[in-house]
C-alpha cells in the first residue's frame, strides 16, 4: 500500500501535474497505508493530521481547524521572493524562495504520496522543476529565523569511515584502541563536573591514537577542553553560540530529520550533516518515522557535493553494507558496537565491510 492523496476531496490521480510528477520521480514507497488531504477551497470535512489547506481566506475559521489537528500552508510575495508558513498545532515554520509563483497542490500532493511529512513535501516542491528528483541545493527554500553561520566550520575528511557514539569516555579508550576512526562521546549525566571529567578523560585516550573525537551537546565544556569537535541537535543549534564554537577551532556536526533539517543546518555551515534516523532505533526517541535507505539515496545525492554525511539509526552488520552502497561517508554505529557480546570481535566486522578509511591530513 502507499500514501493515497486528495486534492479538494479529489484523487491526485485525476491531476495531470501530479501524474506527470509521479512518473518522474519513480514508483511510490509502499511503507505507509494512509491518506492525505489537501484543500485549497473550504474544506468539506473535518480537520484530522493529514489535512493541510492552502491560502485559506482571511475571515474563515483557522484556529478551529488547527485546534482539530488540521495544518494551513499560507504564502505571501515578499521583496526576496515569496514566503511560505506552514502552521501545525501551536508551531510554525517559514521558508522563503524566490520564485514567485502560488505552491502546486499537484506537486505537493506528489511529495506526500512519496510518504514525507508535510514541511519536507512543502520543500521538494518549492524546489522541483521537473526532470526527478530536486537535487540542486540552489533551488531549495531557505529556513526564515534559523541559526546562521557567515563562515564554513573547520573541515571534517571526507570518507572517514566507521563512527562510534559511545556512553562513557572508557568506551572511548577501548574504540580508539580497536582503531575506530571516528567517535563520539554522548554523556548524558546530569553533574557537569562529571562530564567534564569523563570528557577530559575522553580527549587524553584519544590523544595518541589518531582518533577523531566529538562531543555531543557539551559545546561550552568542548571549547574549554579543546575537544575535536562537537556534535548539536536542532535544538541545540537555536540556542548554541555558534561563534564562539566556530572561532575556537572545533568541528562541528548537526542531526537532521529530513530535508528541512538539513537546510537548517546548511544555513550553520557545518563540518558534517548526520542523517537519520535511518532504521529503527532503541537508543533515543525519535521525532520522525524512520528514513529508510530510499530517502537516504536521495539525501546523498543532493547535499553530498556540499557536505560530509554520516547515517545514523539503527545501523548494524547486517545492515552496513546497504550504508555504504548509498555514498555516504561515515556510519555510525552505538549498539552495534557496545551491546555485543564481544566488542572488539564487533569493531573489527564493522571496519572490514567499510570501504575507506581517510582520517589522514585533512583531519588535523
Not at 529556513?143 to 572508557?170: D, I, K, M
Amino acid at each position: 500500500m502507499s500514501v493515497t492523496v486528495f486534492i479538494d476531496g479529489q484523487s491526485a490521480a485525476h491531476f495531470a501535474g501530479y501524474l506527470d510528477a509521479l512518473a518522474q520521480l519513480g514508483p511510490v514507497p509502499d511503507e505507509s497505508q494512509q491518506s492525505a488531504f489537501i484543500w485549497t477551497r473550504q474544506p468539506q470535512q473535518r480537520a484530522t493530521s493529514h489535512c493541510v489547506w492552502l491560502n485559506p481566506p482571511a475571515d474563515t475559521a483557522q484556529e478551529d481547524w488547527l485546534q482539530a489537528g488540521g495544518s494551513i500552508l499560507s504564502s505571501r510575495r515578499v521583496a526576496a521572493g515569496i514566503e511560505d508558513c506552514l502552521f501545525q498545532g501551536r508551531s510554525s515554520t517559514r521558508v522563503r524562495s524566490r520564485p514567485r509563483a502560488p505552491i502546486d497542490p499537484a506537486i505537493l500532493a506528489a511529495f506526500l504520496a512519496h510518504d514525507f511529512p508535510l514541511v519536507d513535501a512543502l520543500m521538494l516542491a518549492r524546489a522541483y522543476r521537473g526532470g526527478g528528483w530536486p537535487n540542486d541545493l540552489s533551488h531549495y527554500p531557505e529556513p526564515v529565523g534559523g541559526p546562521q553561520s557567515p563562515v564554513r566550520f573547520a573541515q571534517f575528511p571526507r570518507h572517514a569511515g566507521l563512527y562510534a557514539v559511545v556512553p562513557a569516555s572508557e568506551w572511548v579508550r577501548r574504540l580508539a584502541e580497536a582503531a575506530v576512526p571516528v567517535l563520539q562521546l554522548r554523556n548524558k549525566c546530569n553533574d557537569a563536573a562529571q562530564r567534564a571529567a569523563e570528557m577530559r578523560r575522553a580527549i587524553d585516550a584519544v590523544a595518541r591514537t589518531g582518533a577523531l573525537l566529538f562531543i555531543n551537546d557539551d559545546w561550552q565544556l568542548a571549547i574549554e577542553h579543546n575537544a575535536y569537535g562537537v556534535h548539536l541537535g536542532q535544538q541545540d543549534i537555536q540556542t548554541a553560540d555558534l561563534r564562539a564554537v566556530q572561532q575556537s577551532g572545533l568541528r562541528l556536526g548537526i542531526s537532521t530529520h529530513g530535508i528541512y533539517e538539513m537546510l537548517r543546518a546548511h544555513a550553520c555551515k557545518p563540518s558534517y550533516i548526520a542523517l537519520g534516523a535511518i532504521y529503527v532505533t532503541s537508543t533515543k526517541s525519535m521525532p520522525t518515522a524512520p528514513q529508510g535507505l530510499r530517502r537516504l539515496r536521495h539525501y546523498v545525492h543532493l547535499m553530498s557535493p556540499h557536505y560530509p554525511l554520516v547515517a545514523i539509526g539503527g545501523i548494524d552488520l547486517s545492515r552496513i553494507a546497504g550504508i555504504w552502497a548509498t555514498g555516504v561517508d561515515c556510519a555510525a554505529v552505538l549498539r552495534a558496537i557496545v551491546d555485543a557480546p564481544d566488542y572488539r570481535q564487533a569493531a573489527a566486522s564493522l571496519l572490514a565491510m567499510t570501504p575507506r578509511v581517510a582520517c589522514g591530513s585533512d583531519a588535523a
